[in-house]
């Protein structure tokens, strides 16, 4: 079965950076986009960014972008979300997900629901 696997979350201090890692297993990523997405208490799951994993090309929210970067390590299966210059607003719980790519018709890469498979999750804090 497909499994999806965060690491790397921690706390950090503002201005600081953190670099989680997304493992996918039992998949064949060159037909996926893995996306990540957080999730801040009593709020909803929001879109941070995307990387299509056959050709590398990455997508970010407006809040992120300048300083989150996604990357991909195909050897590894392992998808990156490098995080520069935190903020108490970037506190949340951080999830990799996959999505079917090129997206199919009718389908979004920014909504949570057309997404098949997730990780656990990792708690991401930012606080002095």
């Known amino acids: 079965q497909v499994q999806v696997v965060e690491t790397g979350g921690g706390l950090v201090q503002p201005g600081g950076s953190l670099r989680l890692s997304c493992v996918a297993s039992n998949i064949n990523l060159n037909y996926w986009a893995i996306g990540w997405f957080r999730q801040a208490p009593e709020k909803e799951r929001e879109f941070v960014g995307q990387v299509a994993w056959s050709s590398g090309s990455t997508y970010y929210a407006d809040s992120v972008k300048g300083r989150f970067s996604i990357s991909r390590d195909k050897s590894k299966n392992t998808a990156l979300l490098q995080m520069y210059n935190l903020e108490p607003e970037d506190t949340a719980v951080y999830y990799c997900?996959?999505?079917?790519?090129?997206?199919?018709?009718?389908?979004?890469?920014?909504?949570?629901?057309?997404?098949?498979?997730w990780g656990q999750g990792t708690q991401v804090t930012v606080s002095p």
């Open positions: 997900a996959a999505q079917i790519s090129p997206v199919r018709p009718g389908t979004t890469f920014t909504s949570a629901r057309f997404y098949e498979y």
